[in-house]
């Protein structure tokens, strides 16, 4: 026994000389949270897995993906370490760094902003609903407690002194049920965070009398108020019908985040394998068809410390302040 590990010693340090990763290297799994399988966080985490997998022979890492209720649970198992990167609306994450004291900073860092993501309101066509105040006295759903989706709609209900008996109905479905529940005339309405376009939402505008309605510009300004990560945004009419109007609303960035003590080497060759390989990544889903990776680094769309192995990336192709990197 003691021979043979002194044999594993021999052959790691040479490995070391060598510049030779050691096998062990390889089958080092990293997890991924995202969101629901019907969601644009499910496949936005499954091509970024995808681009990390395909140059695993780089750096020995393999990435998983697991489908989460979204921004809230990512941001907690994160934290947590029952997950080691997850996906959230920059809004989230900035509102949970900003509440924890000086003391016990949320151990999260960024890795980088990904695609803009809308407050998108779907509602049946026939339910008489304009604006934010009309789903008064309507059958709501308000999405699963510890989602974006029910955060939103419940800043939206303080803003406009709402409660949960103001409502017809009140649902809590799961991000899959809320199309088809839709359709089915069992609501009128539900709100998504989401990425445009959105496959859930196609087929509910195809495939039964449902359209999007904007926030009014008061709705869009208690948003905005809310949070620095949140801005006016407009959702092109044409993305799902010719003859559809523009849809104005407030955005917000999804974004890649990891836990603090993720090892630096990993949190680079993250960063690294999707810039070096963001062509392909834009091809993967129509909603990256337009980003910019400049844009993706800016200082405005980060919403937490950056980590340090994604600064040495971005080191090496633009330069960081020294803001950007606290």
């Not at 009128?188 to 196609?202: C, F, Q």
Request: aromatic share 8%; net charge positive; with cysteine.
């Amino acid at each position: 026994m003691i021979h043979r590990l002194q044999y594993i010693k021999r052959c790691l340090l040479l490995c070391f000389i060598l510049g030779i990763a050691p096998a062990y290297a390889e089958n080092q799994v990293i997890t991924l949270g995202t969101g629901g399988v019907t969601g644009l966080y499910y496949p936005t985490g499954g091509a970024l897995c995808r681009l990390i997998n395909q140059t695993r022979q780089t750096h020995g890492i393999r990435c998983a993906v697991r489908s989460t209720l979204g921004s809230v649970t990512n941001l907690i198992q994160v934290a947590n370490h029952e997950l080691d990167m997850g996906i959230a609306e920059a809004g989230q994450l900035y509102n949970a760094y900003k509440s924890s004291s000086s003391q016990s900073k949320i151990p999260l860092r960024l890795l980088t902003s990904l695609y803009p993501e809308y407050i998108s309101i779907l509602v049946r066509s026939d339910a008489g609903i304009q604006n934010f105040e009309d789903l008064k006295n309507k059958r709501i759903n308000i999405g699963k407690l510890g989602t974006s989706q029910r955060y939103t709609i419940e800043l939206l209900m303080k803003a406009h002194g709402l409660q949960l008996s103001d409502f017809k109905e009140v649902t809590e479905l799961a991000p899959a049920e809320q199309a088809t529940a839709l359709c089915d005339n069992r609501i009128d309405a539900t709100l998504y965070v989401v990425g445009h376009p959105s496959g859930t939402i196609k087929e509910a505008l195809r495939d039964c009398q449902s359209q999007l309605i904007g926030l009014s510009k008061q709705d869009r300004n208690t948003l905005i108020q809310q949070n620095p990560h949140y801005r006016e945004m407009s959702v092109s009419g044409n993305i799902y019908s010719e003859n559809a109007p523009d849809v104005l609303t407030v955005g917000v960035n999804a974004t890649l985040f990891s836990r603090a003590d993720l090892p630096d080497d990993v949190a680079y060759a993250v960063v690294k394998s999707l810039f070096e390989q963001f062509e392909n990544f834009k091809k993967l889903h129509p909603a990256f068809r337009l980003l910019k990776p400049e844009k993706m680094m800016a200082p405005s769309t980060m919403p937490l410390p950056l980590h340090p192995g994604a600064a040495k990336y971005f080191r090496e192709v633009q330069p960081l302040s020294q803001a950007q990197l606290e």
